[in-house]
């Protein structure tokens, strides 16, 4: 499969920091669901920062290597630029809102991309309906709640049809319901327009159905990165990041190391169930032995 981001020999640091990423040589392929995990300070934020050109090109800092994004690399390119092509939603999406209302909002980076009127208006009122917001043109950003407000920002990022979509922690604040939410429409959109994402998660169970690969990052490197199959097990067996997987993949894992036997890897616990019972599991794993 095509990729549409490279990472070759990237460094990065922080101005008058230490590296904040070391080393990085990454694909992230066409058309993918990428979940990126990692402890708390590995890097994951500015790896993502780092695909649309924030860093180091706006943020300055000392940096080696290349990133490439669809074909070209980023350096020499403006961040207005490179939105035309990545989305970027981070996890402090209110510092992201600018305008009043929600038509502004997602007519804002339209109009500043220099899209003519009557195109703003139709990709502003398709891009409310897509996030579920549908005739909400005219509503004050206060009368919204915090998870309209965060699809009222998806929206003004797909109002660009960006290539690639880029979320750092995007259900963080939201209960258990919310997060389903958002990642069921995000899902959605990845089916209906092919939109390659990159998400950075820590409540990776929310994601789960939806994953196709995972980037696992630790102390500024890449510790695994490729199917989740691949990643699942090789994250399983470093103890410091194993923490970092769904209850579901570790309860899989710890079975495997005490029986022997392989087992598909499940993205919900009914499929658990299903494959555990086929196997036998009924009477436990003891009985199982």
């Not at 630029?81 to 997602?106: F, H, R």
């Not at 980076?109 to 549908?134: C, I, M, Q, Y």
């Not at 196709?212 to 067996?237: L, P």
Request: proline share 4%.
């Amino acid at each position: 499969m095509a990729s549409v981001i490279n990472f070759k020999d990237f460094y990065y640091a922080y101005i008058n920091e230490k590296l904040v990423l070391r080393d990085i040589n990454l694909t992230v392929e066409k058309g993918s669901f990428t979940v990126v995990i990692g402890p708390s300070g590995a890097g994951k934020t500015t790896l993502c920062k780092a695909i649309t050109g924030i860093i180091p090109y706006y943020m300055g800092g000392s940096y080696a290597g290349d990133v490439e994004v669809l074909g070209e690399s980023t350096k020499g390119k403006r961040v207005s630029d490179l939105s035309l092509k990545v989305g970027l939603m981070l996890e402090d999406y209110e510092s992201q809102l600018v305008s009043l209302t929600a038509g502004e909002e997602v007519a804002f980076s339209l109009l500043n991309h220099g899209f003519p009127a009557e195109e703003v208006k139709e990709r502003t009122s398709k891009a409310l309906e897509d996030v579920g917001l549908p005739g909400r043109e005219d509503y004050q950003l206060d009368e919204l709640s915090g998870g309209q407000r965060q699809r009222l920002l998806l929206a003004s990022v797909l109002a660009v049809h960006p290539e690639i979509i880029v979320l750092d922690e995007p259900v963080s604040a939201m209960d258990p319901d919310g997060a389903e939410s958002l990642y069921k429409l995000l899902s959605k959109i990845h089916q209906e327009y092919g939109t390659t994402f990159v998400v950075v998660e820590h409540r990776v169970e929310f994601v789960l159905p939806y994953a196709t690969n995972f980037i696992a990052v630790k102390d500024g490197q890449i510790a695994a990165a490729g199917t989740c199959e691949v990643v699942a097990d090789q994250v399983y067996a470093d103890p410091e990041l194993r923490v970092l997987l769904p209850e579901l993949w570790q309860v899989r894992g710890e079975l495997a190391a005490k029986t022997g036997a392989h087992f598909s890897l499940w993205r919900k616990p009914a499929d658990a169930v299903d494959e555990l019972k086929a196997q036998g599991f009924e009477g436990g794993v003891q009985a199982h032995a």
